[in-house]
């Protein structure tokens, strides 16, 4: 597997919105409740995405023969708004490779940054607490989306920091 990390931008916003939409119909809308997942179902329309991109979100796409298969963007300060893999891609460490390199990036923006968050959905927890998170809050309801808030503070980033970011995973 070649995977190219690099750079969203405004015109990927129909990739990462028709990737993000199938993992959430795949797996995921059934932890939402139906306004809960029209509200995200709205916030991922390439519309949406293209103009939030560069302003209020950056983060990276992950690539394998041109196709986006990961996607990691972010809502300053340092919270992770959207993270996701495709499911053929999942356990090779193509979110491991974006969670890096936006490490690298916030780090740079800010080198005193003391933690990252992100707001998981339940049955993200476990893949969350695999790269580092641990669990910041107890289970909410905003809109409809059930999630849990978590967090990595600087030594659980540290081990992104001090390894570089592969740009490609060992093959299997």
């Not at 196709?67 to 990691?72: A, C, L, Q």
């Not at 999942?90 to 974006?98: D, F, I």
Request: hydrophobic share 40%.
């Amino acid at each position: 597997m070649d995977l190219g990390i690099r750079e969203a931008s405004p015109p990927d916003a129909k990739c990462i919105s028709d990737l993000i939409r199938k993992v959430f119909m795949d797996s995921l809308a059934h932890q939402f409740t139906p306004d809960g997942g029209r509200v995200f179902l709205s916030f991922i329309e390439p519309g949406n995405l293209s103009g939030l991109l560069g302003g209020h979100l950056f983060g990276y796409v992950a690539e394998v023969s041109g196709e986006v298969v990961g996607v990691i963007l972010f809502k300053d300060p340092a919270l992770i708004s959207l993270f996701f893999v495709s499911g053929l891609y999942r356990g090779r460490g193509v979110g491991t490779a974006l969670l890096g390199e936006g490490i690298l990036s916030l780090k740079r923006r800010d080198p005193r940054l003391p933690r990252i968050r992100v707001n998981s959905v339940p049955s993200a927890v476990g893949t969350y607490e695999r790269l580092g998170f641990r669990t910041a809050g107890k289970e909410r309801v905003v809109e409809g989306i059930r999630f849990i808030p978590m967090e990595m503070d600087e030594k659980g980033m540290f081990r992104y920091l001090r390894a570089p970011v592969r740009s490609s995973p060992p093959p299997p």
